[in-house]
Nanobody, 121 residues
Framework: QVQLVESGGGLVQAGGSLRLSCAAS????????MGWYRQAPGKQRELVAR???????NYADSVKGRFTISRDNAKNMAYLQMNSLKFEDTAVYYC???????????????WGQGTQVTVSS
């Protein structure tokens, strides 16, 4: 099986920064796309940022210029650097990976359990 584990969440004041990490482990053959999603109370889960294996990225309009996604292919890890945080960024942040397992050849989505980010005003 494959596991995704997020870390780095916490409480931060508005204007501050946090760096989230996502570690993928298990029977991984290759990872296509990795991304970060978030879900705030009363809202649907939404895409924050995504990055392809080659490094192409895209971002939600609400975080452009403030957040940066990156990945380390050798370590099967993804990161989300969050700067100039706003109260509206408060949410549970989830790591997502579209990957092939050594036990199952097709591309499949995997999700982490989430990490809480709380921004105080």
């Amino acid at each position: 099986q494959v596991q995704l584990v997020e870390s780095g969440g916490g409480l931060v004041q508005a204007g501050g920064s946090l760096r989230l990490s996502c570690a993928a482990s298990g029977r991984i053959a290759s990872i296509n796309v990795m991304g970060w999603y978030r879900q705030a109370p009363g809202k649907q889960r939404e895409l924050v940022a995504r990055i392809t294996k080659s490094g192409s990225t895209n971002y939600a309009d609400s975080v452009k210029g403030r957040f940066t996604i990156s990945r380390d292919n050798a370590k099967n890890m993804a990161y989300l650097q969050m700067n100039s945080l706003k109260f509206e960024d408060t949410a549970v942040y989830y790591c997502n990976a579209d990957l092939r397992s050594t036990l199952y050849g097709a591309l499949r989505d995997y999700w982490g359990q989430g990490t809480q980010v709380t921004v105080s005003s």
